[in-house]
């Protein structure tokens, strides 16, 4: 049986030819610009500051980060979706909540993730991980619930925006807890990270690529993770399930989509060099490190993903009656 990482590897060798036929066509018009939905700081932004290289010396041009936060990630996807050429020079890096929670989330969307957006190919699948400040006093998911149930007035759980995962998370968690939570958005992880860093905020529900170094360092203290299966970063953390919260799942996954229209050719070039990079030993050592597992794939198993996202995120927001704050 052929594992991911051969099939990675075969399948970047057999299109690398193509791969770096973009650089010497589509790249040549101009730079290739990486448009993170997110202020800098966050895990998204990170991603995009640890491909920047490797595009840059496969595709034979300058690549930019060009951050553009705001509305829960809603305006960078949307300068993309609706105004970035179709031409595969700019790229969007997506995120789960303007790809699959927001449009379930806000009254109106400036764009349609699966009519004005092209799948390329899915980067992650990150865990989260609740966690508290030091100051809060429970280190295990029934001493918090415990601990949060007894307080006079609801706690104050902080996430990167409106519709990221780490606000489904929340208010997913307040429902099935049974504890009142109060969702403070910012704009960003980074600066939401920051605040309970400094037990302005005493809680968030964060994606661990961002979180890890401070869990590690003690500045955080992990009560558990998201995932189905324990994390590798953090492996004596347990996961809700295991801590008491039976079917609880949420995971943040963020991927590679251009403009509609875009020829198919380029999308398939595009998805080769990205192929290509997660084929180095060294680059995926550095990606999982992140606390995420190398999911490169193909544009259709990609859309498929944020075809059953949107679904099953879409539904929580529903049940949870979360808002865009």
Do not use: C
Not at 268 to 287: E, M
Not at 307 to 314: D, F, M, N, Q, V
Request: no cysteine.
């Amino acid at each position: 049986m052929i594992d991911r990482r051969q099939w990675l590897a075969g399948t970047a060798a057999g299109l690398l030819a193509p791969s770096f036929a973009f650089a010497q066509s589509d790249a040549a018009k101009g730079p290739v610009r990486i448009v993170v939905p997110y202020p800098p700081g966050g895990p998204t932004d990170l991603m995009a500051r640890l491909l920047q290289p490797q595009l840059q010396r496969r595709l034979g041009t300058t690549v930019i980060v060009d951050n553009r936060g705001g509305a829960g990630g809603n305006l960078g996807s949307a300068y993309v979706a609706r105004q970035a050429p179709a031409d595969g020079l700019t790229l969007l890096l997506a995120a789960s909540g303007p790809m699959a929670v927001n449009a379930a989330l806000y009254k109106s969307m400036p764009f349609n993730a699966q009519d004005d957006l092209l799948p390329v190919v899915q980067l992650s699948a990150f865990p989260l991980v609740l966690e508290v400040h030091p100051s809060v006093k429970a280190r295990t998911l029934k001493e918090f619930i415990a601990y949060a149930g007894s307080q006079k007035a609801p706690l104050n759980f902080a996430s990167a925006g409106s519709g990221t995962p780490q606000h489904l998370a929340g208010e997913l968690f307040a429902r099935e807890a049974k504890v009142p939570l109060t969702h403070v958005p910012y704009r960003g992880a980074g600066p939401a990270l920051n605040d309970v860093l400094g037990g302005q905020v005493p809680l968030m529900f964060d994606i661990l690529a961002s979180s890890l170094q401070h869990l590690q360092a003690g500045k955080l203290m992990p009560i558990a993770v998201t995932s189905a299966t324990r994390s590798p970063a953090l492996p004596q953390v347990p996961t809700m399930a295991e801590a008491g919260l039976p079917g609880f799942e949420v995971t943040a996954w963020h991927g590679i989509a251009v403009r509609s229209g875009t020829p198919a050719a380029t999308v398939q070039r595009l998805n080769a060099t990205f192929l290509d990079i997660f084929a180095d030993p060294a680059f995926r050592k550095s990606w999982e490190a992140l606390g995420t597992p190398v999911v490169a794939g193909t544009p259709e198993a990609f859309g498929q993903l944020i075809r059953s996202e949107t679904a099953r995120l879409g539904r929580i927001v529903r049940e949870t009656g979360a808002t865009a704050d």
